[in-house]
């Protein structure tokens, strides 16, 4: 007797249908049949009831993507900027260890879990890290950003910056907007969109930190500075900001300078000529991570995602990963008048462009494989200011908004020779003795409850973190992670590659990441 899929109860057929990626090819099942129409919607709403009890009750799972050699690969990147439309995840820009920034856009098919360069039209934003990507409508708004400096000439300044350029999904397409009116170049800053309008709170601006609020109308694509409430958050950057409705957004962690990360959170009122702070009340923050800085938080139903470090990992007293030694994050290195032309950048000189994709190269490029990172031929000084990682607790060198100052009067052939000679001297060192991997860190899942953020009380209560046993991905920080479709998607970062050689024991090294990791709900059964 044959039978098909049609003869099938509805409780195997929507069995068999959540077995198919939420994406593409779910969507297309609609158009079957009637019946297959209504066991897609079912599956669909049971998916998405099941991921937020899932988040509610602590149970996601960790599933790392598994590389595929033989197909193209997006460049390894941190302070990047990623947001996801329909099927696919977008990522723009970033930086490399070696404090290269692009300007390419990534597109990550969630189907297939396979990446796309896009050969974009239009006027092409400035290379950049650290600026704001979001979706609105059929385009991406792209804001802000920070560039570290070339090493030819030597004599340049970072830059912060203050385009605003909108991506037109369908045409494939940049277009840079010119306003009369405009914030100040801003870097670090966050930013979420409110019916026609995009809101962007603090930063790193020209000189200071920033807790100013700047609407953009995206219909008009005009600024205007709003005027809050004297009470307010402190002027912070590396913050991570939460959409709830038309009329209210949530401010979560930062950072207010070095060695000063914040774990509180801030409501913003958005009603009335000044708009109105408040300080949200935090409950369990002893299940709280150990920071809320230098990376997303993602919002799923009433709840909010943020990966940390567990606590039972550190030493006592170490609170978080330091970026004291990542001076080219996402922000640039300060420097003082009695540095160097070349200072904080040594390392260049030997590495010029050797970065996969780099800006202008365009085609396929094979994956650089993450568990044998491209060793670093960079000098003491640029390993001691880029990857002195996790010294200090929270010490945002990175993120320090002093002027760049130069000397002069220093001979630059002079110092090539010598920066030669000290790589030589380094090269040779690790030759002789092999580095030993030691034991890492590893992001665990933190769930905050803002159930309650929008009553009276204003309150948020972190939820105790359930031990599944299960480790996430190497400690990180610097990476995206955006709501995919019953599942968080988490790319990138930065995190250390801490080795032990006999002549330099326990040496960190910058780790730059382009792996992918899921975090799923576990499978259920209808």
């Known amino acids: 007797m044959e039978c098909n899929i049609d003869d099938l109860p509805d409780v195997l057929l929507e ?3 959540s077995l198919i990626p939420p994406y593409k090819d779910l969507q297309e099942c609609k158009l079957v049949s009637k019946r297959w129409f209504r066991a897609t919607k079912n599956v669909i709403q049971h998916s998405k009831a099941h991921f937020q009890k899932s988040v509610a009750y602590g149970s996601l799972l960790w599933n790392p993507c598994p590389s595929r050699d033989w197909m193209p690969t997006i460049a390894k990147r941190h302070s990047h900027s990623a947001c ?35 050969i974009t039209m239009g006027t092409y934003p400035s290379p950049k890290a650290c600026a704001t990507m979001l979706c609105y409508k059929k385009s991406f708004i792209l804001f802000g950003g920070w560039s570290h400096p070339s090493p030819y000439p030597v004599h ?42 995009m809101i962007v709170f603090g930063g790193i601006c020209n000189g200071y930190r920033s807790n ?22 402190q002027p912070r950057y590396g913050q991570s900001q939460i959409e709830l409705g038309d009329k209210h957004l949530l401010v979560l962690g930062g950072c207010t300078g070095p060695n000063a990360a914040m774990n509180d959170a801030w409501l913003l009122k958005m009603e009335g000529t000044a708009w109105t702070w408040t300080k949200v009340n935090m409950y369990n923050t002893e299940c709280a991570p ?25 030493k006592p007293n170490d609170m978080s990963i330091s970026l004291k030694k990542v001076t080219c994050q996402a922000t640039p290195p300060p420097r003082t008048s009695n540095s160097s ?13 050797r970065e996969v994709n780099i800006n202008g190269r365009h085609g396929s490029f094979s994956e650089i494989s993450v568990q044998n990172p491209r060793s670093s031929s960079h000098t003491p000084n640029f390993t001691k200011n880029l990857t002195l990682l996790y010294d200090n607790v929270l010490s945002m060198a990175a993120f320090r908004d002093e002027p760049v100052r130069y000397n002069t009067n220093s001979h630059r052939q002079r110092q090539l020779e010598s920066l030669r000679r000290m790589e030589e001297s380094i090269r040779s060192r690790r030759m002789q003795s092999k580095p030993v991997k030691k ?70 090294q910058p780790e730059v990441y382009n792996d992918l990791h899921f975090i799923n709900p576990p499978r259920y059964v209808i």
């Not at 203050?162 to 966050?190: C, D, F, G, M, R």
């Not at 032309?341 to 462009?353: A, C, T, Y």
């Open 15 to 17: 069995y068999i249908l």
């Open 84 to 118: 996801t439309y329909e099927n696919s995840m977008y990522v723009f820009g970033g930086c490399t260890a070696a404090c290269t920034t692009f300007n390419d856009l990534w597109r990550l098919d969630l189907d297939s879990r396979t990446w796309v360069r896009l």
């Open 156 to 197: 340049q300044q970072w830059k912060l910056f203050n385009e605003l350029h909108v991506y037109s999904i369908e045409s494939n397409k940049w277009v840079a907007i010119n306003t009369l009116e405009t914030p100040p170049p801003t870097s670090a800053h966050s930013a979420s969109i409110h019916n026609n309008y």
């Open 212 to 233: 100013d609020v700047w609407c953009l109308n995206l219909d008009s694509y005009s600024w205007h500075k709003q005027a809050t409430s004297n009470l307010k958050p």
């Open 290 to 314: 150990t920071r809320i800085w230098c990376h997303q938080a993602c919002k799923v139903g009433n709840y909010v995602i943020v990966l940390s470090i567990n606590k039972c990992q550190n």
């Open 341 to 353: 032309p070349l200072h904080g950048r040594q390392g260049n000189l030997s590495n010029i462009d």
């Open 439 to 508: 034991t890492k860190n590893t992001l665990s899942i933190f769930v905050l409850d803002i159930t309650n953020v929008l009553c009276d009380e204003c309150s948020a209560s972190w939820i105790p973190l359930k031990h599944s046993g299960q480790s996430g991905p190497n400690e990180r920080i610097l990476y995206s992670l955006v709501a995919g479709r019953g599942e968080l998607i988490v790319f990138g970062g930065i995190g250390k590659e801490q080795t032990t050689v006999q002549t330099h024991p326990d040496m960190d």
